[in-house]
Structures are given as C-alpha cells and as structure tokens.
C-alpha cells in the first residue's frame, strides 16, 4: 500500500491496479507472501482499502496535434509499398497477375483498418465490463484473430474479382474451355502466388490493429521493413543470387511479407490482452 500509493489512489477501478502492479514487476511468489491467490486478488483488497484521492480540476489540455506530415508520408508510402509489393517481386511473366493481385488490395486494405478500429471498440467495451484482467484477456483472446479473419476473407474475395476480370479481358490460351471461369480464375494464380497474398493481407491487417492500438511506430516500421526486404529479395534475384525458388511467382512477397508478419503479429497478440492498451 505504501508503495503503491499514488496508482490505488489515481485508480478508476482494481483492474487498472492489477495492470500497475503486473507492470511493476509483482509476480505470484510476491503476492503469495500477502496471503493472495493472484495478482487481481491482491489489486481489489488495495482498491478497496486505499481511498480515492479527490479530483482536482486539471486545466483544459489542447488538443493532440494531428501526426504530422512525415509521420502521414511514412504511412503512405509504406500502404503504398505494401500494395505494389506483389508487383515489385514479380518475374516478367508473371506481371499481369501480380498487377491484378496489386489491384485487389485496395478495398481489403481499408477493410482492415476498419477490422482494427472494431478491435479497439470491442477492447474498450470490455475494459469497461470485465472485472478481472483474467477476464478481460478471456473476452479478448478471439478478437484479433475474428479480426484477421473477416480481412482476409474480404481480401480473397477482391483477389478473386480481380483475377475474375483478368481472365475474361485476357484469358490463357486454353484456360476457360469447357470447365468455365471458375476453375480458370483460380489457376490463374499459383499456390505460391495465393499463398503471398494471404500473408500480405495478414502483415497489413496486423500493422493496422497495432496503429489503432497506439503502436503506430512499430506498424510502420513493419511495412517498410516487409518493403525494404522485397526490395532487396528482387535485387538479389535479379543478380542471379538467389536460387530456382526465387522465380516462383509470389514466392519473394510471401517470404518478405511472412518474415515481417512473424515478428508483428506476437506484438499484436500482446497488445490486445493488455487493458492499458484501450485507454
């Protein structure tokens, strides 16, 4: 209580308690010591011992300036990046494709940042409901990957179109034939290529719940990284560097795309089970 003092008295409920002492560091062994199950257990007999301090009014704060022009050119060119990333690791035969799948991206692009800002609502609701952190984190655990899922469905659904329209104006020699477009749009892309933009609308729809969950830095960092890697991936194709995979149409992108996505997609994981992170 002595130690803690100012966050049970700055408090709003024992869960931001929980959160404040999770931060510090107190672990079971310590809360064993006062005779407490958990941490959460120890966080509600703090709030309800140590009274709230009273609520001075606090001058009127000015509004957050909006990001400014780097942080928005930042963003910009890393979307930017990652939507032409399928036709920046495209070998020449495959151009057409790789333009189509670029094409597809926009509409499920914006359906991820739609898909974050439900993460974020739904957190701050059960913020507000949860009386645990256990039960805060329980509510949380489907979230992001429903999240993830809904954006990768509207994705497939845009490549399909996009591929759909490629195939009608332009069509393989042989492709339709009596099986139809169906069967056609779908060989129109490779597993690989198939595989590269699932991975690609993973990465995006990552980097988006992080942005609206206050780690805009480490979101755009991501996508020039996943930029940055095609790039260089592409180059060292180019100078023969890499072997035979490397010509696999989709394979750099899903290879650029996953190794970022690997790395971000824990860090989302972690950011939605925190209360703090919905503040």
């Known amino acids: 209580m002595a130690v803690h003092q100012g966050l049970c008295e700055r408090a709003v409920d024992s869960l931001e308690i929980a959160a404040g002492l999770e931060e510090a560091g107190i672990g079971a062994a310590l809360v064993g010591r006062y005779r407490h199950a958990d941490v959460f257990a120890l ?29 928005r050119f930042g963003v910009l060119v890393g979307l930017l990046g990652a939507l032409l990333l399928p036709l920046a690791t495209a070998p020449p035969g495959a151009l057409g494709t790789a333009l189509a799948l670029a094409v597809a991206g926009w509409p499920a692009f914006a359906a991820a940042d739609r898909a974050a800002r439900w993460v974020r609502r739904t957190g ?21 990957p429903v999240a993830l899922g809904l954006q990768l469905a509207v994705l497939a659904l845009t490549s399909f179109a996009a591929l759909a329209v490629l195939t009608a104006l332009v069509p393989h020699p042989g492709s339709l034939g009596r099986a139809g477009l ?24 990552t980097a988006a719940v992080l942005r609206r969950l206050g780690h805009g830095g480490l979101a755009l960092a991501g996508l020039l ?47 939605t089970g925190r209360p703090g992170a919905f503040g």
């Open 124 to 144: 701050r609701g059960q913020v507000r409901s949860a009386a645990t952190a256990v039960e805060f984190r329980a509510r949380m655990r489907p979230v992001l």
């Open 225 to 271: 990284a996943a930029d940055g890697a095609g790039l260089l991936l592409t180059a060292l194709r180019t100078g023969g560097l890499l072997g035979g995979w490397a010509d696999a149409p989709g394979a750099l992108t899903a290879l650029a795309a996953g190794a970022t996505a690997a790395v971000l997609l824990p860090a989302a994981w972690a950011a």
């Open 43 to 71: 966080a509600e007999e703090l709030f309800a011992r140590v009274p709230r301090r009273p609520v001075e009014p606090a001058p009127v704060a000015p509004e957050p300036r909006p990001p400014g022009w780097r942080h």
């Open 182 to 205: 169906l069967p056609a749009v779908v060989r129109r892309a490779g597993a690989v290529q198939w595989y590269g933009q699932a991975v690609l609308g993973l990465l995006v729809g």
